[in-house]
């Protein structure tokens, strides 16, 4: 009932996150969550480390279930959804960029690239014009063809960028995307996202500790010990 309620009412609300909490043990790590966010506003998630900021992205893209709580994702209540039903949603609506990339060693760049698509069931050739555009926009298309240890860090970044864009997700999820880039690379791989994420009709959600990454965003959900402050 609940649910056919908030689905009529939601318009464009991407992800409504009601009353979330997660513990570990006896330990609280999120308290009373509430959160809505609009389909094309991008936001930033800020926090001092430890303060619960990777867990809240994950429950948000259906990684980690709550404790307690609803999370609904373009309408669509996802803590009450099994394992093979959230596979399928994170697959189709969400892309995701972590830190510390996790591109397989044992395939080419281009190969890692087309991942999502293979397992989604497209065809290469519906999307493969689109990562040459992409990868030309990012200076990477000399790295497509090698394998991820042929290339820098920063490259590998920007491959980890197509790859979460390129089945064009409805949202594209980051957990300090810029970590491992100096600050130079970190302004130049946010406004890479940016423009990506524009392109292809995303909401992008960047979680960072990094005050240079924030203060690009218009809106900041800011966390401190598991609670949002503001
Ligand atoms: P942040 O990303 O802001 O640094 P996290 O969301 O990673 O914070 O962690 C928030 C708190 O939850 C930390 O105190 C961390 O130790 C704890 N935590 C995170 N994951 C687990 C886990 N799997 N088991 C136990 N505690 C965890
Ligand atoms: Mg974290």
């Known amino acids: ?90 697959n189709r609506f969400i892309g995701f960029v972590f830190q510390f ?38 200076n990477i298309t000399h790295c497509l063809k090698k394998y991820p240890f042929e290339i820098s860090g920063g490259e590998q970044q920007r491959v980890n960028i197509i790859r979460a864009i390129s089945l064009s997700p409805k949202l594209i999820l980051c957990d300090e995307p810029t970590g491992n880039l100096d600050s130079k690379n970190t302004q130049v791989a946010i406004a890479m996202l940016k423009n990506l994420a524009k392109e292809a009709g995303s909401t992008l959600i960047v979680v960072t500790h990094d005050n240079s990454v924030a203060a690009s965003f218009e809106h900041k959900i800011t966390i401190e010990d598991g609670q949002i402050i503001g």
Not at 18 to 26: A, F, L, R
């Open 101 to 138: 990339h996790f591109l397989l060693p044992s395939m080419t760049c281009m190969q890692n690239i087309l991942l999502p698509a293979k397992i989604a069931g497209i065809k290469e050739k519906k999307i493969k014009a689109k990562i040459l555009e992409y990868a030309e926009e990012l």
């Open 1 to 90: 009932m609940e649910q056919e309620t908030v689905n009529s009412s939601v318009g464009n609300i991407l992800v409504q996150m009601n009353d979330i909490g997660k513990s570990y043990g006896q330990t609280e790590v999120l308290k009373n969550i509430n959160l809505n966010i609009f389909e094309g506003q991008n936001h930033v998630i800020q926090g001092a480390s430890g303060s619960g900021k990777s867990t809240l992205l994950y429950i948000l893209g259906s990684l980690e279930r709550p404790t307690s709580g609803q999370v609904f994702l373009a309408g669509k209540e996802t803590t009450k959804m099994n394992d093979a039903q959230l596979s399928e949603m994170r």
